[in-house]
Nanobody
Framework: DVQLVESGGGSVQAGGSLRLSCTGSGLNFDDYTMGWFRQAPGKEREVVACTSWKGTGTRYSDSVKDRFTISRDNVKKTLYLQMNSLNPEDTAMYYC???????????????????WGQGTQVTVSS
């Protein structure tokens, strides 16, 4: 079975940084397109960023563009999200997701992804 485990969340003040990691097991990691999503209380889950299996086709939501960077290490079977210049609006549970496809680009819709981690909480205080 595919398992995805997120880590790296925590509490930080506005303007600070965090790096999230998502480690996969039970899968050939480089067969998978990956994404980061987040869900704040009372809100729908939304895409943060996604990356193709090679890491070359990436997309970002407008709200995080130029502040967050998605990357992956297929040898380590790990997906990363470097988050800089955090603000309180970034407070949410962050999830990584995977779908077995080697497309040129990644998917921004959560409904395209088959496997999900349990999430890691990010809290940004003003």
């Amino acid at each position: 079975d595919v398992q995805l485990v997120e880590s790296g969340g925590g509490s930080v003040q506005a303007g600070g940084s965090l790096r999230l990691s998502c480690t996969g097991s039970g899968l050939n990691f480089d067969d998978y397109t990956m994404g980061w999503f987040r869900q704040a209380p009372g809100k729908e889950r939304e895409v943060v960023a996604c990356t193709s299996w090679k890491g070359t086709g990436t997309r970002y939501s407008d709200s995080v563009k130029d502040r967050f960077t998605i990357s992956r290490d297929n040898v380590k079977k790990t997906l990363y999200l470097q988050m800089n210049s955090l603000n309180p609006e970034d407070t949410a549970m962050y999830y990584c997701a995977a779908v077995k496809t080697r497309g040129r680009w990644c998917y921004e819709s959560q409904y395209e992804y088959d496997d999900w981690g349990q999430g890691t909480q990010v809290t940004v205080s003003s």
